[in-house]
């Protein structure tokens, strides 16, 4: 593949931007009248044949043109593709929805993921950043009534959650005060896996004959706090998938419905290609992908960092025809305004 003369590159590169753009299969007779090579129709012809011979495209029928085969789109992100710069518009655009959505996490993952699906057409995933483990930061337990008593966690990323903990006989106000100080002497500053045997032993002793109110306290604590460690996944653009004809079979449009809209499955998709360093992206391509859901499909993901411990994963799903100079270049945008932003905010 290194060896390819000008010629065969140049009809590699005209096949591939033509198939991307078209989804039609293209003849040497269309190469030689549309792109101006300066060559023959013959001499495309054997061109043509030679890289069919290499792999890099394919004819799915006798009578027609070539397509670029899985590898040729790897040799053609690997070894051709040139950056293309987003428009000032597009720039602007990202840089301003960053900004203005900077301290509502969550609002800004939403939104990114509508912007990337926006402009470039194909369905998007955004995980929210994650923290590398919740921590507790405060515990308090209110009276309710005789049998049930409120519990209020703040963990250490400002989360607020209270949970009603019902009791066959719940202490006072004085006893739950108590009680509260001795959880936050204990657990403040400590995640659920700190919270060890040694530990229990020790607020048993201290809970004494409200012994019976420790057990489940902890077991709520340890749902909120695994509920606050679940990333959160948003999608956009799902329906985009329909506007291309490899998906014209309700059947494969409708496996790749139900991945966008199945939480575990759409981590996988983030996950599958494994670990990335910060604003670098990866592109999958087919057979590459480890998800028999994305094998004919291609992934473009990159991961993001927020406060220099905050992960979180951007990924774009289309078939193997995506254009990926153009995709490639808002996702690039993107990590690059993430990373001024919080940068400049000091986050």
């Not at 011979?53 to 004819?59: K, V």
């Not at 070894?79 to 428009?87: N, Q």
């Not at 910060?278 to 998800?291: A, C, F, H, K, V």
Request: charged share 20%.
């Amino acid at each position: 593949m290194l060896g390819l003369n000008e010629r065969k590159f140049k009809i590699l590169e005209a096949i591939i931007n033509d198939y991307i753009q078209t989804a039609e299969p293209i003849g040497s007779r269309t190469i030689a009248k549309k792109y101006g090579l300066g060559i023959s129709s013959a001499t495309i012809r054997n061109e043509m044949s030679d890289l069919e011979d290499l792999g890099l495209i394919t004819q799915p029928h006798t009578s027609s043109g070539r397509i670029p085969s899985a590898s040729g789109y790897r040799f053609y992100v690997d070894s051709m593709m040139s950056s293309r710069p987003l428009t000032q518009e597009e720039a602007m655009f990202l840089q301003r929805m960053i900004i203005d959505n900077i301290y509502q996490i969550e609002y800004m993952m939403q939104e990114t993921a509508k912007a990337l699906a926006g402009l470039t057409r194909y369905p998007a995933i955004v995980s929210e950043p994650k923290l590398i483990k919740t921590k507790i930061k405060h515990v308090q337990l209110v009276p309710l009534d005789e049998k049930s008593l409120l519990l209020v966690l703040v963990t250490d990323n400002k989360t607020v959650k209270n949970q009603v903990v019902n009791l066959n006989a719940a202490p006072g106000y004085d006893t739950l005060t108590r009680l509260s100080q001795a959880l936050n002497y204990s657990l403040a500053g400590k995640t659920v896996k700190e919270i060890n045997r040694s530990l229990i032993d020790s607020l048993l002793n201290i809970f004494g004959q409200q012994a019976h109110v420790l057990m489940p306290v902890l077991g709520i604590i340890a749902d909120m706090i695994q509920a606050e460690d679940d990333v959160r996944v948003f999608t956009s653009g799902v329906k985009n998938i329909l506007t291309f004809p490899e998906f014209a079979d309700i059947r494969k449009a409708e496996a790749i419905f139900h991945a966008l809209e199945d939480r575990e499955m759409l981590i996988a998709i983030l996950e599958q290609s494994g670990n990335l360093s910060p604003d670098s992206i990866q592109i999958t391509i087919g057979e590459e992908n480890s998800l028999a859901l994305l094998k004919n499909c291609s992934l473009i993901r990159a991961n993001y960092t927020i406060d220099n411990q905050s992960t979180g994963s951007i990924a774009l799903i289309g078939p193997m025809r995506m254009d990926y100079a153009q995709a490639v270049s808002v996702l690039s945008g993107i990590l690059l305004n993430i990373k001024h932003v919080t940068h400049a905010l000091g986050l």
